[in-house]
């Protein structure tokens, strides 16, 4: 196997990995559980040798890393970099000094933003990605996670961004609060989402007596799991769009995310009148990490 280089996904609880050619092609793709979250500053090295090592030849072979391994917490602290901003190239990486001479680790700062405060570390590589494969797009990209991130996009610049923790408290409510005897762990209603989503836009300031509805709702009239489960994730949904809508009116909105939760936020965007462009995570984060590449290649 010729691998080139290599490209790195490092996140709070998963590794990705991609054995590249020198063409831009996958030869190999690999992962692991040993995430930003399992990890102190000296595993890192190990945990990276421990997919890769069988694939390295005698010379050096950069690594491209972005994700959680340049957080505080992380490999090492790779400084963010300041909106308006083009997303972090391979100059403006920060190079870790590794025992193993086969490697050159370099990791992709992440982008901050002083008012309001924000930080990503991750989704800027995927937003790089959109720019490159998606000649001229001026828009929004919707990042929809744990924590969604809504990024205005011009010129090939993040303008400014925002994100909502709409996934997080779906797992608290979820799995934490009194709605857990009320909301099922799986199934799906369209209607009961696409109603929640439309009240929510239009009270946001309700969303408290809205969501103890649903137990309510489940003790006095039986309130399917399933249905509650679609209404939980309209009302979140559906009072992040009503906060983030200085992002998406009148915009054209690229959606980048995991099936699921992607194809809420599309449904929910859809019904507004927002034209959605869906484009694979995956994807997008090799194409950011390809272009970070031809930028330290062309160093």
Same mark, same amino acid.
């Given at each position: 196997?010729?691998?080139?280089?290599?490209?790195?996904?490092?996140?709070?609880?998963?590794?990705?990995?991609?054995?590249?050619?020198?063409?831009? !092609?996958?030869?190999?793709?690999?992962?692991?559980?040993?995430?930003?979250?399992?990890?102190?500053?000296?595993?890192?090295?190990?945990?990276?040798?421990?997919?890769?090592?069988?694939?390295?030849?005698?010379?050096?072979?950069?690594?491209?890393?972005?994700?959680?391994?340049?957080?505080?917490?992380?490999?090492?602290?790779?400084?963010?970099?300041?909106?308006?901003?083009?997303?972090?190239?391979?100059?403006?990486?920060?190079?870790?000094?590794?025992?193993?001479?086969?490697?050159?680790?370099?990791?992709?700062?992440?982008?901050?933003?002083?008012?309001?405060?924000?930080?990503?570390?991750?989704?800027?590589?995927?937003?790089?990605?959109?720019?490159?494969?998606?000649?001229?797009?001026?828009?929004?990209?919707?990042?929809?996670?744990?924590?969604?991130?809504?990024?205005?996009?011009?010129?090939?610049?993040?303008?400014?961004?925002?994100?909502?923790?709409?996934?997080?408290?779906?797992?608290?409510?979820?799995?934490?609060?009194?709605?857990?005897?009320?909301?099922?762990?799986?199934?799906?209603?369209?209607? $009961?989402?696409?109603?929640?989503?439309?009240?929510?836009?239009?009270?946001?300031?309700?969303?408290?007596?809205?969501?103890?509805?649903?137990?309510?709702?489940?003790?006095?009239?039986?309130?399917?799991?399933?249905? $509650?489960?679609?209404?939980?994730?309209?009302?979140?949904?559906?009072?992040?769009?009503?906060?983030?809508?200085?992002?998406?009116?009148?915009?054209?909105?690229?959606?980048?995310?995991?099936?699921? !939760?992607?194809?809420?936020?599309?449904?929910?965007?859809?019904?507004?009148?927002?034209?959605?462009?869906?484009?694979?995570?995956?994807?997008?984060?090799?194409?950011?990490?390809?272009?970070?590449?031809?930028?330290?290649?062309?160093?």
């Amino acid at each position: 196997m010729n691998v080139d280089w290599i490209a790195v996904d490092w996140g709070t609880t998963h590794l990705r990995l991609w054995l590249m050619a020198a063409d831009g !092609s996958v030869l190999d793709a690999r992962h692991s559980d040993r995430g930003m979250g399992t990890l102190t500053p000296s595993d890192y090295e190990p945990a990276l040798l421990a997919l890769c090592e069988d694939a390295l030849g005698q010379g050096p072979v950069p690594v491209i890393v972005c994700g959680m391994a340049g957080a505080r917490q992380g490999w090492a602290e790779a400084p963010y970099t300041s909106v308006p901003c083009t997303p972090p190239d391979a100059q403006s990486a920060l190079q870790v000094p590794t025992q193993d001479q086969r490697l050159q680790v370099h990791i992709l700062p992440g982008v901050s933003q002083r008012s309001p405060a924000d930080v990503m570390r991750g989704e800027e590589t995927q937003i790089k990605g959109v720019i490159a494969t998606q000649d001229g797009f001026d828009g929004i990209a919707c990042l929809p996670g744990t924590h969604t991130k809504w990024a205005h996009l011009s010129a090939g610049e993040i303008v400014s961004f925002q994100t909502f923790m709409t996934g997080e408290l779906f797992a608290l409510l979820s799995g934490q609060s009194v709605l857990r005897h009320s909301v099922a762990a799986d199934g799906w209603d369209d209607t $009961a989402f696409a109603d929640a989503v439309d009240a929510a836009i239009s009270r946001p300031q309700a969303i408290a007596a809205k969501l103890f509805g649903l137990r309510a709702e489940a003790l006095l009239d039986g309130l399917d799991g399933a249905t $509650a489960r679609a209404r939980l994730s309209g009302l979140l949904i559906g009072i992040e769009l009503a906060a983030a809508k200085p992002y998406w009116l009148g915009q054209q909105v690229a959606v980048i995310g995991a099936a699921a !939760s992607a194809d809420a936020y599309q449904t929910a965007l859809t019904a507004q009148g927002v034209p959605v462009l869906r484009l694979d995570p995956t994807e997008m984060t090799l194409a950011g990490l390809r272009a970070a590449h031809a930028e330290l290649e062309r160093t």
